[in-house]
């Protein structure tokens, strides 16, 4: 089992920055794919990014692509989102997953609040 705490949103002036942080629980961390998720308001929960169990391979949804970047750091148990060029339509609060390489992401952090000011 894996307990996922997200830290590092807050409010930012658009084309500003944000390292997004997600602390992961469990000896098992480098076994999981990890992803982020946001969620607007009134809006349905979107994926953002993932990130392979080895780091190797990211994905990202195309609207994020060259301003957000996934990584991860299997030593210290902990995923980032480095998000640049932010614009107010990325204003959500955003969640850190996990899943089995073969299952679906269902363990979730609380999330993290990100505003974008225009």
């Known amino acids: 089992q894996v307990q996922l705490v997200e830290s590092g949103g807050g409010l930012v002036q658009a084309g500003g920055s944000l390292r997004l942080s997600c602390a992961a629980s469990?000896?098992?961390?480098?076994?999981?794919?990890m992803g982020w998720f946001r969620q607007a308001p009134g809006k349905e929960r979107e994926f953002v990014a993932t990130?392979?169990?080895?780091?190797?391979?990211?994905r990202y949804i195309d609207s994020v692509k060259g301003r957000f970047t996934i990584s991860r750091d299997n030593a210290k148990n902990m995923v980032y989102l480095q998000m640049n060029s932010l614009k107010p339509e990325d204003t959500a609060v955003y969640y850190c997953?996990?899943?089995?390489?073969?299952?679906?992401?269902?363990?979730w952090g609380q999330g993290t609040q990100v505003t974008v000011s225009s």
């Open positions: 997953a996990a899943r089995r390489t073969d299952g679906i992401f269902d363990y």
């Open positions: 469990g000896r098992t961390f480098s076994t999981y794919v």
């Open positions: 990130i392979s169990n080895t780091g190797a391979v990211t």
